[in-house]
């Protein structure tokens, strides 16, 4: 009886009254979306300062690149393959199976950040006191298997503060951030690799420390994402994280089994898919390119003076990427794979010509083709990527759907982490430039898929793109359909 008269005093608004704040609130919704598709990156950037600054969180994506390109640029240093490798031909090498090993930490960790940065400076003590392969396995491994999360964290965070004008620029950021810590890498390696004693690979470990704590002193005042937030229930806190990016519902606890449903099913397989041709294209050699230099025929110093450039080149690939946005991003995926399946190819026809070794010219050719493939790669691919990801996948499992893709790309990179060293090293099936086939094969069958599957999501909103996909548009009416 008493609910009945609590029920009873409430005053239940009149139905117009109640129709008229939902218009409201609806008008307020289309105006609010109207005017982020009018906003200049300029504009976002000057009105949400703070969702720029806090994409920091990035940096961990340089952890996650530095330690894998580290590990292969050692593999071509001298003291490196004199302390940890075996003779073979007169030459000391680290073997396929070590090769694999020692690499297969960080694509298989890639399945909270603050324990996992802590985690992540202790690995590195791990690594800089190896003085044998069994150690250096532990410490690649444990630290590996906590680098992976930053590639899910950084995605989702960046792109849940930011607006239309902001998002295709901070999640390419992420690419920049890999590629800086390529380069990173590379330019470390290059300056201590003739040195015959243990600091050769004791000196770049250490400098692994440096990222950490940058992290760590920034994390304790960075802000929760709004939109995880709003999903939650947690309005006035949401408002109060919107205020520290800018300069002036109910939660369905979705699982990752929504990302598999038929409303999901399709965008999960997008993310998915262009995450996976990353690693089909061939972006794992990245890793070995010094060594494939050096295995090609180049004097070792040769050999990292191009590993140097062929990630100078990449960087600038990525910035140039920034300006290309607009062109949309379908049109730069497809354009992009497209180029480097030829390039792969190219790059496999040069090394059937006979004499190899004889021929310095051909030598020097497949290494000017493998900078600009990564060049490309890096205009392209490589950072569109993360902008598809992050807007043709459902706002409420963002998260999810780039952890699944992560996992997936993952696993695909445990394959590879496996394969190549034994493609690659001479003591193996020695194929050098014959990579090319290979990877030139898988990324030609990529390129049919992504033109038949990846659609145009350059200026929309979440909001509009949930309405598209929810209505099943092909993939080719994605650019100009009008959402009304």
Wanted: net charge neutral.
């Amino acid at each position: 009886m008493g609910s009945l008269i609590k029920d009873a005093d409430v005053e239940t608004p009149p139905k117009d009254v109640a129709e008229g704040v939902t218009k409201e609130i609806g008008d307020d919704a289309r105006q609010a979306t109207e005017i982020e598709h009018q906003m200049t990156f300029f504009e976002a950037v000057k009105l949400y300062p703070g969702a720029v600054g806090w994409s920091i969180f990035s940096l961990g994506i340089i952890m996650t690149a530095f330690d894998p390109q580290l590990l292969g640029n050692l593999y071509a240093t001298p003291a490196f393959q004199k302390d940890f490798g075996y003779l073979f031909e007169g030459d000391y090498i680290i073997s396929a199976a070590w090769q694999t090993g020692l690499g297969m930490g960080n694509p298989i960790g890639q399945c909270t950040f603050a324990a996992c940065v802590v985690l992540t400076a202790g690995c590195i003590f791990i690594q800089f006191f190896a003085r044998s392969l069994n150690v250096l396995l532990a410490g690649e491994l444990l630290g590996g298997l906590i680098l992976g999360c930053y590639a899910t964290i950084a995605p989702a965070y960046a792109s849940e503060v930011c607006l239309i004008a902001l998002r295709g620029v901070l999640t390419a950021f992420i690419n920049l951030c890999f590629v800086m810590g390529q380069l990173i890498a590379n330019g470390v390696i290059a300056g201590t690799s003739q040195l015959d004693t243990h600091w050769a690979y004791s000196t770049p470990f250490a400098a692994q420390w440096f990222w950490p704590l940058v992290i760590l002193i920034g994390m304790p005042f960075a802000p929760e994402s709004p939109w995880w937030l709003v999903r939650k229930g947690r309005i006035d806190d949401a408002e109060k994280s919107l205020k520290k990016l800018s300069s002036a519902g109910f939660d369905a606890r979705p699982s990752y089994w929504d990302c598999f449903k038929p409303i999901n099913r399709r965008r999960t397989e997008i993310s998915v898919g262009v995450y996976t041709i990353q690693v089909f294209s061939g972006i794992y050699l990245v890793g070995y390119a010094t060594y494939f230099f050096q295995l090609a025929g180049l004097p070792t110093d040769k050999a990292f003076d191009m590993g140097v450039g062929y990630l100078a080149v990449g960087f600038v690939g990525t910035l140039a990427s920034w300006f290309l946005s607009k062109v949309g991003r379908r049109r730069i995926y497809i354009y992009g794979i497209a180029v480097l399946t030829v390039m792969m190819f190219l790059i496999g026809f040069l090394d059937c010509a006979p004499h190899h070794s004889d021929r310095p010219g051909i030598i020097w050719t497949q290494s000017v083709f493998m900078i600009i493939w990564n060049g490309i790669y890096d205009l392209t691919i490589g950072p569109v990527c993360f902008v598809i990801i992050c807007e043709v996948s459902a706002t409420k499992v963002r998260a999810k759907t780039i952890a699944i893709a992560t996992a997936v790309q993952a696993v695909m990179g445990i394959v590879m982490t496996v394969a190549i060293p034994y493609m690659i090293n001479p003591d193996q099936a020695n194929m050098r430039g014959k990579l090319g086939f290979f990877f030139g094969g898988l990324s030609l069958i990529s390129f049919v898929w992504a033109y038949f599957r990846v659609p145009e999501t350059v200026g929309r909103t979440y909001e509009e793109l949930d309405i598209m996909f929810e209505k099943k548009l092909p993939t080719r009416a994605f650019k100009t359909y009008k959402v009304v």
